[in-house]
């Protein structure tokens, strides 16, 4: 899907076809739709597909008729009832007369945008727009962590109830999308720096703060992704070492039933061979069942009392 947007003076609207300082949103384009922005800014086939291949990584790509800046967004997918946390490209496109966004899904990152929500947006002013969307998609990294924080939380508590597999595979996942987004968040610090260092694209004396803004926002996501990351992966340790010891603590307790309850049944079974009876203690004896299991009980308490002076019990 191709979308025009277009500021003039203080007014921001959709039109229906580019103009010179318009902003040229692809969302999921197809081969016709790169083919037609392809052919009327000279640009290549490849950087246009580039941001529609999720395993592409930040880059920066200069040409003498655009200059291409692609960094991974964060973005959340449905499975199974579950919000899962992943990344995806997203590639800015500079030319002398528009600015080009292709992203391969519908992000939230640029809607603010496309519904003029944005403060001081003009799409002609190249050098702002790209910093803006940079500071949104840094601010969006934020969010996310923050939500992956508070479901850790939850599942942590969980935890703490019931000691099951399926909370220890949220936390799977939750460390899986930290790891995505500590990937994502180290590619794109090197395309902010880059973007710092050199020329680029023009800078402002105006927009200074914003691009240190864009790069402050985006270290602090990658340490608040490090410590995340960090939380989970101790805390699926312990949980995996719990129940590990709740397995050996019950493997230990069925011994001992097995051990006390295997002497009634060494007893039994000795009086239960194919025998003579005369041979045998207490078989004449109109007490002798009782006589024998009363001494098999005594045995298997007595074990019992050894093992729990031994505490093998707790």
């Known amino acids: ?126 050098s702002r727009f790209i910093l803006q969307v940079l500071y949104r998609i840094a601010t969006l990294y934020l969010q996310y962590l923050n939500i992956i924080d508070r479901k850790s939380d939850e599942v942590e508590n969980k935890l703490l109830k019931s000691t099951k597999n399926h909370e220890l595979i949220e936390l799977l996942k939750l460390e899986k999308s930290l790891v995505y987004f500590t990937t994502a968040l180290r590619s794109n610090e090197a395309v902010f720096e880059k973007l710092f260092r050199y020329d680029i694209i023009k800078k402002y004396p105006e927009d200074a703060e914003l691009l240190d803004d864009v790069i402050v926002e985006n270290k602090q996501a990658i340490e608040m992704a490090h410590i995340y990351s960090g939380i989970l992966t101790g805390m699926m340790d312990a949980f995996a070492s719990i129940i590990s010891n709740n397995l050996n603590i019950v493997m230990k307790v069925l011994a001992i039933i097995t051990v006390v309850l295997a002497i009634p049944t060494m007893v039994f079974s ?43 019990f707790k």
């Open 1 to 126: 899907m191709v979308n025009y947007y277009l500021s003039k003076s203080n007014e921001f609207a959709k039109v229906s076809t580019h103009q010179n300082g318009c902003w040229i949103s692809l969302m999921d384009p197809n081969e016709a739709e790169l083919l037609q922005v392809s052919n009327d800014f000279g640009i290549d086939m490849d950087t246009l597909k580039a941001a529609l291949d999720i395993y592409e990584r930040s880059r920066i790509e200069t040409d003498k008729n655009y200059t291409m800046i692609l960094v991974n967004i964060p973005t959340v997918e449905e499975h199974n009832d579950k919000e899962l946390y992943n990344t995806i490209p997203l590639s800015i496109i500079v030319t002398n007369d528009v600015v080009i966004t292709v992203c391969s899904e519908d992000t939230p990152v640029l809607h603010a945008f496309a519904a003029g929500k944005v403060r001081d947006f003009y799409t002609f002013m190249k």
């Open 270 to 312: 000795a009086f239960g061979m194919n025998v003579c009876f005369s041979s045998l203690p207490f078989t004449q004896s109109p007490w002798g069942f009782m006589i024998i299991g009363g001494a098999a009980a005594i045995l298997s308490l007595i074990v019992s009392l050894i093992f729990k002076k031994v505490k093998l």
